[in-house]
């Protein structure tokens, strides 16, 4: 296993160096740069921008030559080199690039374009909002969906089976922002019932309260953000879970183990578990890191939550590309990793397996 394991690690190298060569390349033919927007700004004043922060953030040259060019029918060819240099757009492309690797293999992520702060530290201010949502719902979905699936499966074409797939195929049909928008017109004090909070994942007296109260104003502001976000990941894992324990509960091996006398429950949960299990378990990295970075943008917005896939979104927009890059490099390292485990989980899970005398 040592083997594989190193194998492993290698060849997160090349996956990763790939990654971030191919969007670093697209990002070359995107119109609109960070420069692009400080121009467009600087020459329409009146007309707003998405640069939200003013150029205040943009460092002393940048702000005394906004002020002096600011109703100027055109800028000065050396503003624009000033911003060059300032971005790091001076260098050629493949400079860049390298450079960008270089200090990125030692986790140093430089600083936002248009706020000046460290992008690790905007990633650590906004991680509790993602982490309570992403970790909280994968722990929720696999508590509740593993043990109904597997519920499911054993009493397959019974009335229980039926009526629960129709209802959480109905709420995986339901998107999650509409469902999202339906709990605060109902429970937020939209226009009946004011049950829950409506932003945030703490009261603002949060501080004040004992322990406890911490701990339950924390969970009362997160029922309706996981609701919202959990009832179709209910739906896939509970589905996925019934049809792989129904598929080996139909095997020759479960047939035998019952004709040997063991019981239901030691052949559902001493033979067809371990086996089943596997496919459940195949899907983790990818739900991991769908609910962690990305999968809750719109439900950030309903709730007003600032997290990492606001942040992401935020940055895109801005064409903050030092953002961008960072948080690009730090999912695909965590979610290399994630595999890795869920290979190592497949051994545990069923010793049987060796990844060790396979190919990579």
Same mark, same amino acid.
């Given at each position: 296993?040592?083997?594989? !394991?190193?194998?492993?690690?290698?060849?997160?190298?090349?996956?990763?160096?790939?990654?971030?060569?191919?969007? *670093?390349? !697209?990002?070359?033919?995107?119109?609109?740069?960070?420069?692009?927007? !400080?121009?467009?700004?600087?020459?329409? &004043?009146?007309?707003?921008?998405?640069?939200?922060?003013?150029?205040?953030?943009?460092?002393?040259?940048?702000?005394?030559?906004?002020?002096?060019?600011?109703?100027?029918?055109?800028? +000065?060819?050396?503003?624009?080199?000033?911003?060059?240099?300032? =971005?790091?757009?001076?260098? &050629?492309?493949?400079?860049?690039?390298?450079?960008?690797?270089?200090?990125?293999?030692? @986790?140093?992520?430089?600083?936002?374009? *248009?706020?000046?702060?460290?992008?690790?530290?905007?990633?650590?201010?906004?991680?509790?909002?993602?982490?309570?949502?992403?970790?909280?719902?994968?722990?929720?979905?696999?508590?509740?969906?593993?043990?109904?699936?597997?519920?499911?499966?054993?009493? +397959?074409?019974?009335? =229980?089976?039926?009526?629960?797939?129709?209802?959480?195929?109905?709420?995986?049909?339901?998107?999650? *922002?509409?469902?999202?928008?339906?709990?605060?017109?109902?429970?937020?004090?939209?226009?009946?019932?004011?049950? @829950?909070?409506?932003?945030?994942?703490?009261?603002?007296?949060?501080?004040?309260?004992?322990?406890?109260?911490?701990?339950? +104003?924390?969970?009362?502001?997160?029922?309706?953000?996981?609701?919202?976000?959990?009832?179709?990941?209910?739906?896939?894992?509970?589905?996925?879970?019934?049809?792989?324990?129904?598929?080996?509960?139909?095997?020759?091996?479960?047939?035998?183990?019952?004709?040997?006398?063991?019981?239901?429950?030691?052949?559902?949960?001493?033979?067809? @578990?371990?086996?089943?299990?596997?496919?459940? !378990?195949?899907?983790?990295?990818?739900?991991?890191?769908?609910?962690?970075?990305?999968?809750?943008?719109?439900?950030?917005?309903? @709730?007003?939550?600032?997290?990492?896939?606001?942040?992401? =979104?935020?940055?895109?927009?801005?064409?903050?590309?030092?953002?961008?890059?960072?948080?690009?490099?730090?999912?695909?390292?965590?979610?290399?990793?994630?595999?890795?485990?869920?290979?190592?989980?497949?051994?545990?899970?069923?010793?049987?397996?060796? *990844?060790?005398?396979?190919?990579?």
């Amino acid at each position: 296993m040592g083997a594989y !394991i190193l194998k492993r690690l290698l060849l997160m190298i090349p996956t990763l160096l790939g990654v971030m060569l191919l969007t *670093f390349v !697209i990002i070359q033919f995107v119109p609109g740069g960070p420069i692009e927007q !400080i121009i467009s700004q600087l020459e329409n &004043p009146e007309g707003g921008s998405r640069l939200d922060s003013g150029n205040e953030n943009l460092g002393q040259d940048s702000s005394e030559v906004t002020s002096k060019y600011r109703g100027a029918q055109g800028l +000065d060819p050396e503003f624009i080199k000033k911003l060059e240099v300032q =971005f790091g757009f001076d260098k &050629p492309a493949h400079e860049r690039f390298l450079l960008m690797l270089w200090n990125y293999l030692r @986790f140093d992520f430089g600083e936002s374009y *248009f706020t000046s702060r460290p992008v690790v530290s905007l990633i650590a201010e906004k991680m509790p909002v993602s982490a309570s949502l992403g970790v909280w719902l994968m722990l929720i979905t696999y508590l509740v969906s593993v043990p109904l699936g597997i519920r499911k499966a054993v009493s +397959d074409g019974s009335r =229980f089976d039926i009526w629960t797939s129709g209802v959480i195929i109905i709420g995986y049909a339901i998107p999650n *922002f509409i469902l999202a928008i339906f709990l605060i017109v109902f429970f937020a004090g939209g226009s009946y019932w004011d049950w @829950f909070p409506l932003r945030g994942l703490t009261s603002d007296n949060f501080a004040s309260l004992s322990p406890l109260e911490k701990l339950l +104003d924390y969970a009362w502001h997160l029922i309706l953000p996981l609701t919202a976000i959990g009832v179709s990941s209910f739906a896939t894992m509970t589905l996925l879970t019934k049809n792989s324990f129904l598929d080996e509960i139909k095997k020759q091996y479960v047939m035998t183990a019952r004709a040997k006398g063991l019981s239901e429950r030691r052949v559902l949960y001493g033979h067809v @578990f371990r086996n089943a299990m596997l496919l459940v !378990i195949s899907g983790f990295p990818g739900a991991f890191l769908g609910a962690f970075f990305s999968g809750a943008l719109l439900i950030e917005q309903v @709730f007003s939550l600032d997290g990492l896939g606001y942040l992401m =979104f935020r940055a895109v927009e801005k064409r903050d590309y030092a953002v961008v890059f960072a948080n690009l490099y730090i999912m695909t390292l965590i979610g290399l990793f994630i595999a890795l485990i869920s290979d190592l989980t497949y051994t545990w899970i069923d010793p049987r397996i060796d *990844f060790e005398s396979r190919e990579v």
